[in-house]
């Protein structure tokens, strides 16, 4: 993938008109004659934001550099969790998470390492975690929990 379509695709998940995936499709649908589905990836909601984050911090990625072997090994790890978090971003909807172990499987079988790192990349990117982290920001500025004195000053002369 050239650089201006990542960004073009960047810029389209942010502008919530979601980020096309084709994949070849189950057996089922290609017993019927469907060969290829399209799946979109739009902007989680807070419930799928909550489960992709409490996935993504089971996996405890390290923050530094890692050989080629230590890289593997973290794949090999941490890959079906990488797949299911894009699953869930896939899914988007408390009512669809069941399938989310079905659909990961599939794109576990379909997807190539580099879309994979790409769609994973983007979800945990630009997943809303920005807003969540200004909201907070905003909240401890405003100070709202802290008791406010309603009573009139009075004037010393």
Known sequence: ??????????????????????????????LLGKKKIDLVITAPTIYTLLLISEKFLSMRIPNQELSISEAFALYRFHGKTMTEIV????????????????????????????????????????GGIEDFISTIRLMEQMKITRPMNLSPEEKMS
């Open 1 to 30: 993938m050239n650089a201006q379509a990542t960004e073009q695709r960047a810029a389209s998940l942010l502008l919530k008109k979601g980020v096309k995936v084709s994949i070849t499709a189950p057996l089922f649908l290609r």
């Open 87 to 126: 699953a869930m971003a896939i899914l988007n909807d408390k009512k669809k998470m069941w399938r989310k172990r079905f659909l990961a499987r599939h794109l576990n079988k379909q997807l190539k390492p580099e879309e994979l790192t790409y769609l994973f990349t983007l979800i945990i990117a630009y």
